[in-house]
């Protein structure tokens, strides 16, 4: 079995996507450890902002994560998801 050559992409980063102009979707792997979720979702709450959908799966060890919030600044978007990817068990963008 052959691997795909790695991408220059912090191992700790979160992908922001947008998906129209005030909408954002973050995108992230994580450790499937109980406080990842919480974690991320408590950011969101300090900073008065409710998700507008959040998706999580578990597989093995692995828990893959999207966000999505509407009405955020691009800066806004910028700082949010650099304070997801700063969270203990964040993993890497997918």
């Known amino acids: 079995m052959t691997t795909a050559p790695s991408t220059a992409v912090p191992s700790s980063a979160v ?4 998906r129209n102009h005030s909408t954002v979707r973050y995108c992230f ?3 499937a450890e109980p406080a990842v ?3 991320a979702l408590e950011l ?8 507008a959908r959040v998706f999580a ?8 994560v999207e966000i999505e919030v509407e009405g955020l600044a691009s800066d806004v ?3 949010v998801g650099r304070c997801l ?4 068990g964040v993993r890497q963008v997918f």
């Open 15 to 18: 992908l922001a996507l947008k």
């Open 29 to 31: 792997e994580a450790d």
């Open 37 to 39: 979720l919480p974690r």
């Open 44 to 51: 969101l709450a300090r900073r008065g902002l409710v998700p």
């Open 57 to 64: 799966q578990a597989d093995d060890d692995l828990l893959s």
């Open 77 to 79: 978007a910028d700082h």
């Open 85 to 88: 990817s700063q969270i203990v």
